[in-house]
């Protein structure tokens, strides 16, 4: 890819999830995703920071779960998860 030169959007659906205080990833660079897909989008922001699923494990993995049985008919997903172990 050449900088600046994004190619065309995909068309599956695409899930983000972010910590809500993380300083490292805004709320708006997750919602930025949404250019990137013609299909469905979705913007999870959970309480914590870049290491929210430390924490919010279950509330996580419950909105996970959510979001793939929704999108399990469907052939393509892409999910967005911004933390680091």
Known sequence: ??????????????TT???ITD?????????????HTTGEFSLQM???NHFFIHEHCL???????????????RANILFLITFAF
Not at 23 to 35: D, H, M
Not at 59 to 73: G, M, P, T, V
């Open 17 to 19: 999830f972010g910590g």
């Open 46 to 48: 959970l309480p914590g």
């Open 59 to 73: 509330q996580f993995l419950d909105l996970l779960s959510q979001h793939i049985a929704f999108q399990e008919n």
């Open 1 to 14: 890819m050449v900088m600046g030169i994004w190619p065309a959007p995909l068309s599956c659906a695409i």
């Open 23 to 35: 300083p490292e990833v805004s709320q708006i660079e997750l919602a930025a995703w949404q250019q």
